[in-house]
């Protein structure tokens, strides 16, 4: 996951303005999520190349008469967001390691809780896949990313004051995600959608499970599963990019477990586009 956001800056606003004389409909998204959501809804580029320009360009070919102003952040975990407090710990901020795409103020942010949208944009992508430590004395969750340019002694009181909390099971995350939309729906009753992911992993060819346990495949489909229960009791739009991968082919659309080409990205805003439509957003 360190290829979130390739490099650029995790939060932001995105806006593009429509022609003269014609009157645009403005949709406010709030997206908190990794690769998978801002790759589709932003941009995915490949080194100093923009791939895929984001929802408003799948908009100016679907719906011309409507833009999208775009909030992201990274998010680490589900139980790291609800613990956050919206602000760094003190002394997290006194060392103030090179967290690269997971800035601390990013994993400590409340933004999402906060901010007045039309759209609120989740992944299950962080529960599958990140792995937090816990700080010993304060308890707080921390996302250690890029610790190969952190100095020694930042590196030192990693190991000595943190331990790891090992990963979400999808029964946890789907716990966690229900207070989220709770907290969502307290203070709004605006639409939440949910990315689900692919489960399916180029190259692997594997017909036997026996002596495995949980692979990466099998952990996304039983998150998949997780998620459409959280729809039934909640009411969450899922934005399903994996039968959208079935339909159009994996070979052709998945890098790797985690990341799609460009256009598999661009087939996913469509659907973003198609179910913000069917809910009346647009």
């Given amino acids: 996951m360190d290829r979130v956001g390739d490099g650029h800056d995790p939060c932001f606003d995105f806006r593009i303005s429509g022609a003269d004389g014609v009157d645009m409909t403005r949709v406010r998204i709030f997206a908190k999520g990794n690769v998978d959501v801002h790759d589709t809804l932003h941009s995915c580029r490949i080194g100093d190349t923009v791939m895929w320009n984001g929802v408003n360009a799948?908009?100016?070919?679907?719906?011309?008469?409507?833009?999208?102003?775009?909030k992201h952040e990274t998010w680490t975990?589900?139980?790291?967001?609800?613990?956050?407090?919206?602000?760094?710990?003190?002394?997290?901020?006194?060392?103030?390691?090179?967290?690269?795409?997971?800035?601390?103020?990013?994993?400590?942010?409340?933004?999402l809780f906060d901010t007045e949208a039309d759209v609120y944009v989740l992944s299950i992508q962080p529960d599958v896949a990140t792995n937090l430590l816990r700080h010993d004395r304060n308890g707080y969750l921390l996302y250690p990313n890029n610790t190969s340019t952190w100095n020694e002694s930042d590196?030192?009181?990693?190991?000595?004051?943190?331990?790891?909390?090992?990963?979400?099971?999808?029964?946890?995350?789907?716990?966690?995600?229900?207070?989220?939309?709770?907290?969502?729906?307290?203070?709004?009753?605006?639409?939440?959608?949910v990315f689900n992911l692919s489960p399916i992993v180029p190259g692997d060819n594997t017909h036997c499970y026996s002596g495995l346990g949980e692979t990466?495949?099998?952990?996304?489909?039983?998150?998949?599963?997780?998620?459409?229960?959280?729809?039934?009791?909640?009411?969450?739009?899922?934005?399903?990019?994996?039968?959208?991968?079935?339909?159009?082919?994996?070979?052709?659309?998945?890098?790797?477990?985690?990341?799609?080409?460009?256009?598999?990205?661009?087939?996913?805003?469509?659907?973003?586009?198609?179910?913000?439509?069917?809910?009346?957003?647009?």
């Fill in 58 to 70: 799948a908009l100016r070919s679907h719906r011309p008469d409507v833009t999208v102003r775009l």
């Fill in 77 to 111: 975990r589900s139980d790291a967001l609800l613990a956050a407090a919206g602000t760094p710990p003190a002394d997290l901020l006194s060392r103030s390691p090179p967290l690269g795409a997971y800035p601390a103020d990013s994993q400590f942010s409340t933004a």
């Fill in 155 to 193: 590196r030192a009181w990693l190991r000595s004051e943190f331990t790891p909390t090992g990963c979400l099971t999808a029964a946890e995350s789907a716990e966690n995600m229900i207070r989220i939309v709770d907290r969502l729906r307290a203070q709004s009753d605006r639409p939440v959608l």
């Fill in 216 to 282: 990466a495949s099998t952990r996304i489909r039983q998150f998949n599963l997780s998620l459409v229960d959280l729809s039934e009791r909640t009411g969450v739009s899922i934005v399903d990019v994996d039968t959208l991968i079935a339909r159009h082919g994996a070979d052709q659309l998945k890098i790797d477990t985690m990341h799609m080409t460009p256009k598999g990205y661009e087939l996913v805003a469509v659907e973003v586009v198609r179910i913000l439509e069917d809910l009346g957003v647009i």
